[in-house]
């Protein structure tokens, strides 16, 4: 006889496949693609930049971003500055009072734990997991700022779960419905495989991004419509409340082209 734990498990609805999640992401990189080919910051650099982009937008953050480096012309100077100038340097991308001493504070503590250098690059070299676990040491560094940097600034296959990724992961059930989103870095990593953690990365922010909104999904029009469980409920609730899904998105129309690369300052796009 099964006991009520086992039987609660039995009714669980599986997750999505890793063989699914790869057809999905070739789906949404057919519908974004191709995304530009990723232009790098040094790992301390993308640090700095993930603690700028919290709670503002990619322009904001990019703004704040140029300023401080114009300002300040290196991060060991920022790491040697006044919180009040950094404040001032950073105020376009908002939070400026929470963001200054948190960017002094986890490059103080890069300096004292790595022999006064704020070189991260040496973290290339480790094993994922040690890299993952030397990051999270720092202050505020969570799962998804470590992936980001390990991802983004060091090309190493790191999952970096945002509020985005984690919707559509849920509505797809790329996860299950009660995995938080740190466990589900874990998670997504174990489906994916390293070469495309990028590509998973850059898709779902898009589909997130652009279709499949917290609010007014457009699930009518969606690229992963036939595989998506909650494409039902979701449109029944729309017609229900008399929202349009078809609603688009301020940055124009969804289809090839128009992905946009999540993480790095709009001012290194288009460079040299
Ligand atoms: S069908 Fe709707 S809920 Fe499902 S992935 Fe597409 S937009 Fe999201």
Redesign the pocket.
Known sequence: MPTQAQTKKQRRSPTMSAARVARAVELMAQEYGPFPAERRLPPTEEMVFTILSQHTSDVNSGRAFARLMDRFGSLEAVARGDISDIEEAIAPGGLAKVKAPRIREVLDKVLELNGGSLDLSFLREMPLAEAKAWLRQLPGIGPKSAGIVLNFSLGMPAMAIDTHIYR?CQ??RAIDARTNADKAHDVMEAKVPPEEVFNFHVAFIN?GRR??RAQH???SE????EM?P??GK??AKMAKTGKSSRIRTASGPVGAGSGTLPHVPPVLIGTE
Do not use: D, F, I
Request: aromatic share 0%; net charge positive; with cysteine.
């Open positions: 559509v509505r797809l589909h279709v499949c999904p457009l699930c969606c690229v992963v419509g998506c909650s494409r979701l449109m």
